[in-house]
């Protein structure tokens, strides 16, 4: 289920003196299946940008059009598009309501009509998607779970309604590194195991280094680069000059050929650099030998 954005501007109060043109000329492309990291300093127009993807913002000008249709048509039908694509915002667990965890869940497809019976599955389903029991955490209190955990039931309660596209702002936003990984950690199986197209909205360039496909960088309410991780932060220059610092192993690797050392400056992971460095090492080990 493609998402094709063409010629996208959003203006917020139009036509008052307070009017502000949030996001204007954007061009995107987004394919099934894809992992897409989206950043850029705060005031970039992220946010404004995803809300478009399901119709909770149409467009003032331009077409956001989602598996051909067009989400500012008079005839979009925005309800089955909402379930096509999920939308979890920063913070989800504010959106958590219910008494129980599970008619936290449930609330979307019984909104949907469906008959209790596939309720339950779907309800059961997302819970296990995202690494929660439903048997043991099904009828507590949404608000008496951990930081991580009541993330993980808002990020359930979308899935429950069985999206294609999943677009997620900054959903690991005030956790702690373990339920920043945790969170993480199921945004990559859901992508991975069952073939959704994720949108990660994130200020983390070291997350987004590390899990998308494609980076959608933003600056000034447009789309100032993208291309493959290894692609965007090879463009240093370009990141600076919008606000945004290179992630600790691009940088690390910078410095160590300001340096004179031979090393790959495309490096992303730990693990790259750590083996880079070592056969540096070795190389270098050998040639002092050589001369010796």
Known sequence: MPILIEGLEHVYMAGTPRQVTAITGIDLMIADGEFIGLIGPTGSGKSTLVQHLNGLLRPTRGRVLVDGVDLGGPKADLR?????????????????????????????????GLPESEVRKRVERALEIV??????????????????????????????????????????????PRGRNEILGHVLDLHRQHGLTVVLVSHNLEEVARLAQRLVVMAGGRIVLSGTPREVFSQGDVLGQVGLGMPAIPRLMAELRRRGKDVRADALTVEEATSEIVRYWHRDANRVRAHA
Do not use: C, W
């Open 80 to 112: 089955s598009v909402r379930q096509k694509v999920g939308l979890v915002f920063q913070y989800p667990e504010h959106q958590l309501f219910e008494e129980t965890v599970f008619d936290d869940v449930a609330f979307g497809p019984r909104n949907l």
């Open 131 to 176: 690494g929660l029991s439903p048997g043991a955490i099904g009828r507590r209190s949404p608000f008496a779970l951990s930081g991580g955990q009541t993330r993980r039931v808002a990020i359930a309660g979308v899935l429950a309604m069985e999206p294609k596209v999943l677009v997620l702002d900054e959903p690991a936003a005030g956790l702690d």
